[in-house]
C-alpha cells in the first residue's frame, strides 16, 4: 500500500473523469477495508481509501480528538498535492469531514456522510470497555451490537467485529474519546 504524510491509503486510479477525488474515511476502530470493494472503486472516480494514524497499516496511536485526525487528511492531501476533494466519512470519520467541511471549506468539494452526526457521545460502558487490554473485546462487542439491525448477514457483523479485533485497544480509545468530545451542531448552519 502506498504511503502519503505518514497515512497508509488504498488508491483506485479513474479513467477520462472530471469529478473531484473521493476521499473515504473510516469509522472509529476501522480502516480502508471498513469501505466495501464496489464504493473503493467506483467507476470514473479517483478513490482514496485511508487507513488513519494508528489503524489498518499507519503507524501511530489513534488520536484522541476529531481535530488532530482532520490535520492528517489536511497533510495527506498536500503531499499528494489535493487541493480539494469530496470526503466520505463513516461514523467517527463523517465527523472528520464535517470538521473539515467547517474548519476548511475551501478543501472540500462535497460531502458523503453515513452513520454519523455532529455530535456523538459515547456510552460510558464502552469508553472504560475499550480503555483496559483486558475489556478490549467486550467494548468490540458492544459497538458491533450496537452498529446493526438485527436484518444484517452475520457473516457481515463477523467479518466487521474480527477486523476491529485487529486495532490495538489504544486506538479504539482514543477513537472513541474523539467521538465523545466531538460537537460541532452549532457549525453545521456554516456548512453550504
Known amino acids: ?35 466495501p470493494p464496489h464504493i473503493r472503486r467506483l467507476h470514473r472516480c479517483a478513490i482514496y481509501a485511508l487507513d488513519l494514524n494508528g489503524h489498518g497499516k499507519s503507524a501511530g496511536n489513534g488520536r484522541t ?10 497533510k495527506f492531501m498536500d503531499a499528494l498535492g489535493l487541493q480539494s476533494a ?13 470538521a473539515m467541511a467547517v474548519l476548511h471549506p475551501q478543501r472540500v468539494d462535497g460531502l458523503v456522510l453515513v452513520g454519523t452526526g455532529a455530535k456523538m ?3 460510558q460502558a464502552l469508553l472504560d470497555a475499550a480503555s ?12 458491533i451490537e450496537n452498529s446493526f439491525s438485527n436484518f444484517v448477514d452475520l457473516r457481515v457483523k463477523e467479518l466487521t467485529k474480527q477486523r476491529m479485533l485487529l486495532t490495538h ?15 460541532m451542531l452549532d457549525s453545521l448552519p456554516g456548512i453550504s
Open 1 to 35: 500500500m502506498p504511503i502519503a504524510a505518514g497515512l497508509n491509503y488504498f488508491f483506485h486510479e479513474a479513467e477520462h473523469t472530471t469529478r473531484p477525488p473521493l476521499i473515504l474515511i473510516h469509522g472509529a476502530g476501522g480502516f480502508h477495508l471498513s469501505w
Open 121 to 123: 457521545r459515547v456510552a
Open 65 to 74: 480528538t476529531v481535530e488532530e485526525h482532520v490535520q492528517d487528511v489536511l
Open 169 to 183: 485497544p489504544q486506538t479504539l480509545h482514543a477513537d472513541l474519546l474523539a467521538c465523545h468530545a466531538f460537537n
Open 132 to 143: 483496559q487490554n483486558d475489556t478490549f473485546p467486550q467494548a468490540v462487542e458492544m459497538v
Open 86 to 98: 469530496c470526503l466520505a466519512g463513516h461514523s467517527m470519520g463523517g465527523g472528520i469531514a464535517l
